[in-house]
């Protein structure tokens, strides 16, 4: 099991969640965050300081959010496990459930 950051994340990227990270686990894509799925201890840390409440735990992400537990493992495809997110910075791209949204918060 793992953690999910969802729709509220994306035009946001407020970051709060990279720095409590304890194992540097939430990448930054073009227009949100995603968490490696194989990265992440499930220590928790991330969720309750997530500013827009765009963080779930797995089994916890709401029902009209689910394709974004899939939008966070598949975002890892191409890069596999780089072991960090300080190592690879911005990726400059996202996956294709968030790159079709019209830009949000608006």
């Not at 910075?89 to 079709?100: A, N, Y």
Request: hydrophobic residues 35%; contains cysteine; aromatic residues 10%.
């Amino acid at each position: 099991m793992t953690y999910v950051i969802a729709l509220p994340c994306v035009d946001v990227k407020d970051r709060a969640c990279v720095d409590e990270c304890p194992v540097d686990c939430i990448y930054e894509g073009d227009r949100m965050l995603y968490i490696h799925p194989d990265e992440c201890v499930d220590c928790g840390a991330c969720e309750p300081v997530c500013p827009v409440e765009a963080i779930y735990y797995e089994d916890d992400l709401p029902e009209e959010w689910a394709d974004y537990y899939k939008a966070n493992v598949e975002f890892f495809n191409e890069i596999g496990s780089p072991g960090g997110a300080a190592k690879t910075g911005v990726l400059p791209f996202d996956h294709p459930v968030v790159s079709v949204l019209p830009p949000q918060g608006e």
